[in-house]
């Protein structure tokens, strides 16, 4: 009860001396904002980066995402030692017997896609156009989680018989089409003719930019037969059961592959395994370091701006020596006048990083529009995080707290008869 | 009657460079409660040091000083703070009043500091009270520069009876006043006196001495003289004496 009450008195006189605070800051408004105002940049730098960032993760974790559900990759061609590699998918050594033992033999495998990708000049009617055709299993749709707008996939059937059929992707059913159904309609891939069966949902833009629905999706063994030629994969799609399972199974995949590839112990994979969750933190690694360093920046200028608000504040001491020898004359402890000078300075940088908060937030709301009246600024997707917010408002309140300490003692320390005949 | 303030061989020594400047040396001074004591002397006798160690504001360098019983020249700083909010009330030459503060609010300022616990609502009406005190009520809401230098110091002295001290302790309160306001002022603190509040001020003029009950003169940090005034001069006496005679120049001119 008695601390209840303790509570509540200490309460009021922080309610008290905020508002003495609040009227201090209002007498030298110009002043105020000036001061503020370092924090107000920092804070809206780092909101605004980190809401460009966060935008950009989020929109790498949803391309992550539609790579598919618990999939792991393998690709031809080996980057992960030393030496020179040709890169993903350049070698060629990766064969449809690997995508049917891994889907055989490892347990935990539901569904294997092999794929193969090279680009085309496809045409219909007196339309024609520059794509990417990308050959796959009966079960490369599931694996990847595409749906389809109209129509329905090829059927394993059509992938032993290597079928001449395919799906489209939005943008290339428009710009063969039109508005017109190109379900049942005959396309030429390289003058090679294929049935369309069936069109799939829009998936907009990639991170990186590129139309993720300018694609024709065909039965790889028709793809490898009737188009790209040969009998080597660029890669495959495996999907397993659990997120939990990718572990194992990728183990399991590495070790099939040097058993079937004959890999000696001690010599390279020639091909590269990556869970989602991999070609995930690869994809934010960069943005990540980028952003590190704009917040780093940010930082600075929040620190420049407490480095301000103390200066401010030791000017404050020093023009209000007399008031604070009045208010010790009346019975002021040295607490009462550190407290009172802290608040302020946290009022100061709070009411900075309210400021900053709402400008970048502005930023955040501004960015995205900014390519329809600026064709140079490249799109950029913002996303506003709660936490950041919270925590940088907390941030500018510590920085009054740091900054605001050695002023609020100079004049905590200050002795009342000295600060009364101050002139 | 009991003793307010007792001091027992006070002394203030400042260290100023490598000489020791001896500001008060061995005063002992009891005033007992309802008295209202004058102390004078040229400047550099002493007394604001002594003023100001009464008024908690200082401590003494030697000796001891006790309060309503209580020894505070042991006390820190956070004790003497207390002391001030609590048991005194201190009237300034220049008023000191915050500036752009209201009235009011400047009287409302020790309270702001005082560990009672006072609901804003209490605050308000105490402090209201004192401008009362001081028939100063209806400017409550006038900030310092536009009220006059006595209005001004009255509202001092409603900031200084505002917690109710026993003891009220004015440092040449009238020494930037007209005489006229002067001698308002003085007899605002004769009233407070028959009231039964103790007071103790600091002047160096003889005629606003004459108010007070007790003249203590001191020379050189020590007391010379210490006598109780024999023609005591009643402000109101005074002030009916002064408005006769700004009657008689208007008469004349």
């Known amino acids: 009860m008695n601390l209840f009450i303790e509570t509540g008195y200490w309460f009021l006189r922080i309610v008290s001396t905020i508002r003495v605070a609040l009227r201090a800051l209002r007498r030298n408004k110009m002043r105020s904002v000036l001061t503020a105002l370092g924090i107000i940049i920092g804070v809206a730098a780092v909101i605004a980066v980190i809401g460009i960032a966060q935008g950009a993760k989020n929109q790498v974790e949803a391309q992550i995402a539609s790579l598919g559900r618990n999939v792991i990759l393998v690709f031809s061609g080996s980057i992960t030692r030393s030496g020179v590699h040709s890169g993903h998918g350049g070698a060629g050594t990766l064969t449809i017997p690997d995508a049917e033992a891994i889907r055989l033999e490892i347990k935990d495998v539901i569904a294997v896609s092999p794929e193969v990708r090279r680009s085309f000049q496809v045409a219909a009617g007196n339309q024609n156009w520059l794509t990417y055709v990308v050959g796959g299993s009966a079960t490369y749709f599931q694996i990847r989680q595409w749906e389809f707008e109209s129509g329905a996939s090829y059927t394993e059937q059509d992938v032993r018989g290597a079928t001449k059929v395919c799906v489209l992707g939005k943008t290339v059913a428009e710009q063969l089409f039109g508005d017109d159904d190109p379900i049942g309609k005959i396309i030429r891939i390289s003058n090679v003719p294929f049935t369309v069966l069936g069109v799939l949902t829009a998936k907009g833009l990639s991170v990186m930019g590129t139309d993720q629905d300018d694609v024709i999706i065909a039965p790889y063994t028709s793809a490898l037969k009737r188009l790209v030629g040969g009998t080597t994969l660029r890669s495959m799609l495996v999907q397993t059961d659990s997120a939990e399972d990718l572990g194992t199974v990728r183990e399991q995949i590495t070790d099939l592959l040097r058993q079937r590839h004959r890999i000696t112990p001690g010599k390279d994979d020639d091909f590269t395994v990556r869970t989602q969750e991999e070609i995930a933190q690869m994809a934010t690694a960069t943005s990540s370091v980028l952003s590190m360093l704009f917040v780093a920046i940010g930082s600075i200028s929040l620190v420049v701006g407490g480095i301000g608000i103390m200066n401010i504040m030791l000017v404050s001491v020093t023009e209000r020596t007399r008031e604070i020898g009045i208010r010790m004359a009346v019975g002021a402890r040295p607490r009462d006048i550190l407290l009172q000078f802290l608040i302020e300075a946290v009022t100061l940088s709070s009411f900075g990083g309210l400021i900053g908060i709402g400008l970048g937030i502005g930023l955040c709301k501004l960015i995205p529009v900014l390519p329809k009246y600026f064709p140079d600024v490249p799109q950029m997707a913002t996303l506003i995080s709660t936490p950041y917010i919270i925590l940088s408002f907390a941030f500018s309140a510590a920085i009054g707290i740091f900054f605001g300490f050695y002023p609020a003692r100079r004049a905590a320390r200050l002795d009342p008869i000295e600060a009364l005949r101050y002139e | ?253």
Do not use: W
């Open chain 2, 1 to 253: 009657m009991s003793a307010v303030i007792q001091l027992d061989q006070i002394q203030k020594t400042y260290h100023t460079g490598e000489v020791d400047v001896l500001a008060v040396r061995g005063v002992t001074l009891t005033v007992e409660s309802g008295e209202f004591v004058a102390i004078m002397g040229a400047s550099g006798s002493g007394k604001s040091t002594l003023m100001n160690i009464l008024g908690c504001l200082d401590r003494a360098t030697g000796g001891h000083y006790y309060l309503d019983g209580a020894d505070v020249s042991e006390f820190d700083r956070n004790e003497l703070a207390d002391i001030r909010n609590q048991k005194i009330g201190f009237v300034f030459q220049n008023f000191n009043l915050l500036s752009r503060t209201s009235a009011l609010e400047n009287v409302e300022l020790p309270m702001l500091y005082t560990h009672r616990r006072h609901s804003s609502v209490r605050v308000r009406e105490r402090a209201l009270r004192a401008l009362e005190t001081v028939g100063l009520a209806e400017r409550a809401g006038h900030h310092p520069s536009q009220l006059s230098g006595g209005q001004q110091q009255r509202v001092a002295i409603a900031r200084a009876l505002v917690s109710e001290p026993s003891l009220l302790l004015a440092d040449e309160p009238t020494g930037n006043l007209d005489s006229r306001t002067s001698v308002e002022v003085m007899g605002l603190l004769q009233r407070l006196n028959d009231q039964g509040i103790t007071i103790v001020m600091v002047t160096h003029e003889h005629d606003i001495a004459a108010f007070t009950k007790r003249n203590v003169i001191m020379r050189d940090g020590q007391i010379v003289r210490d006598e109780p005034v024999a023609k005591r001069l009643q402000a109101e006496v005074e002030l009916r004496r002064l408005r006769a005679a700004d009657q008689a120049v208007k008469l004349t001119t």
